[in-house]
């Protein structure tokens, strides 16, 4: 079992394979299930993502109103305009806020690695899609590599911000993600792990400060900026450009950020957005309309 | 290692909006209502940390009961859980407790009937990973670093051997065990971890077992 990025990378180029058929192994090796079972079980999956995605751009709401409809705004800006940041970032920042937006008003989804952060996965998968036209089989191998990374967060680390702030959830999707997106633009395992390490960087001390305790403002838009982080990280370790830190030091500074921060930063919504004035009218309108009824 | 699966990262598969406060909830009732073995009566819900200051917002609530009426994270009943549980007759109280504890997300669930009760304390680590860390105030320690059963059964010779002789038949091995009763000839525990996944087949034969009233997976 690969207890690092330093490890899996060493693993992935010894092997002469890339970094999803490590995972693909490892899971097979660890749950005692075939090749076959495995797939399936990404398959279904991928299925998920694309269906919430879809969901998403046909417009939800959420009960308390405090988001949804935005990326169908995005696409039709895409639609009507020539986004400056151009199409592909554009499309990845509204497949991923679609996401969210349907996380967020309790529709189906798949986590990854949490529902907060749900949409930098996907977002930038069904984004990127349309530059690199990749097979299924491809896609299913996205997931996989976005696990890798994912797992030695996890395991390392945290994926939850009340254990370690927005930086554990947005933070390491968007970093699982760019490492995706290096492996199926045909970069090296070596890369994968120089975008993850990039991502991560710029991701540091993220607070987790949900307006009202919902999994909303501004976790959404959060998603949506994590999948342009990782898809330009991945450009850069495409490029070449590396990582002065290397990739497990910086998941280790993640982990003693997340440590070292206050409990008002952590999902408690007291602190950051959600102690704004603004934000405290909106938990006050949330729970005084919806939950108040109780 | 407490994450062992790339499904714990990618999945699950979940109703939103929140992996630990919506999905691990789920999981934390679930486990609740299949150590139970029924659907309670009543529900009294203690959440702990930031369970108890977002748990309205993340539903947190429904999933609890959600999983006490032992629908899986996916389940879009969930949203309607509470409703149910009213229909069904189940009284559900939820309590915000101020007390510091081990780990942010921490929910005490108190269920029970006329014929019995059962009081457990689960955490949710993260990605809709739950861990049960007290059942009926057996403290059960687990590494978190391999699979593991959890058994209720009746203080008898053979309740033990029963057990570890199924899963020796399906060639599941034994990695770590705790046994642990109230008092002699009473209720007892085991807790079991194993090297490989402990499927549902393999459960039911478990639960079919001499002296053993109920299983149920606390960890994969």
């Known amino acids: 079992m ?45 299925d998920v993502m694309e269906k919430s995605v879809e969901d998403g751009l046909k417009g939800v709401k959420s009960h308390s109103g405090l988001t949804g409809g935005d990326a169908v705004l995005i696409q039709d800006y895409m639609r009507d305009h020539e986004p400056l940041s151009g199409n592909l970032l554009m499309d990845a920042v509204s497949k991923a806020m679609a996401t969210n937006e349907v996380n967020a008003a309790m529709g189906t989804i798949c986590a990854t690695p949490t529902a907060g952060s749900a949409g930098c996965v996907p977002g930038t998968l069904f984004a990127v899609k349309h530059k690199l036209n990749p097979t299924r089989d491809q896609m299913i191998r996205y997931l996989f590599t976005s696990g890798a990374f994912g797992f030695v967060v996890a395991n390392n680390a945290s994926i939850s911000g009340a254990a370690g702030g927005c930086q554990a959830e947005v933070g390491s999707a968007a970093g699982m993600a760019s490492a995706a997106i290096v492996e199926m633009a045909g970069g090296t395992p070596a890369q994968s792990a120089e975008a993850m390490a990039i991502t991560l960087k710029n991701m540091l001390g993220l607070i987790c400060d949900p307006v009202a305790g919902l999994v909303e403002v501004p976790c959404v838009k959060r998603n949506a900026m994590g999948a342009t982080n990782a898809i330009v990280s991945a450009d850069m370790a495409l490029a070449g450009v590396t990582s002065r830190i290397p990739c497990d030091e910086v998941i280790d500074a993640m982990h003693k950020v997340g440590q070292r921060m206050p409990t008002a930063f952590r999902e408690t919504a007291q602190g950051g957005l959600a102690a704004t004035p603004t934000g405290k009218q909106l938990e006050a309108k949330v729970y005084g309309i919806s939950l108040g009824k109780e | 290692m407490k994450y062992r699966s790339v499904f714990d990262i990618i999945g699950p598969v979940m109703i939103g909006p929140s992996s630990s406060h919506t999905a691990g909830a789920a999981r934390i009732g679930r486990a609740a209502r299949h150590l139970f073995g029924r659907e309670p009566n009543y529900a009294n819900i203690h959440l702990y940390g930031s369970f108890a200051q977002t748990y309205k917002g993340h539903g947190t609530d429904v999933a609890i009961i959600g999983g006490l009426l032992d629908y899986d994270t996916d389940d879009t009943r969930i949203s309607t859980a509470l409703e149910t549980a009213r229909n069904h007759g ?3 109280q939820f309590f915000e407790e101020d007390a510091v504890t081990d780990h942010p997300n921490t929910a005490r669930i108190k269920i029970g009937d006329e014929n019995g009760d059962l009081e457990l304390v689960g955490i949710s680590i993260g990605g809709g990973k739950a861990e049960i860390m007290e059942l009926n105030g057996f403290e059960l320690r687990l590494s978190g670093s391999h699979p593991a059963i959890l058994l209720i059964h009746n203080d008898r010779y053979g309740a033990i051997a029963s057990a570890t002789t199924i899963l020796a038949s399906h060639e599941i091995n034994i990695g770590r065990m705790e046994v642990a009763r109230k008092a002699e000839g009473e209720q007892a525990i085991m807790v079991i971890e194993v090297d490989q996944n402990v499927d549902d087949s393999i459960l039911s034969e478990l639960e079919r077992a001499d002296h053993i009233t109920q299983v149920a997976r606390i960890s994969d």
Do not use: D, P, T, W
């Open chain 1, 2 to 46: 690969f207890k690092n990025v330093a490890e899996l990378v060493q693993l992935a180029e010894s092997k002469g394979e890339q970094i999803s058929e490590i995972m693909i192994q490892q899971e097979m090796e660890v749950k005692q299930v075939s090749r076959e079972q495995v797939y399936a079980q990404m398959e279904r999956n991928l």
């Open chain 2, 90 to 92: 189940m009284e559900v």
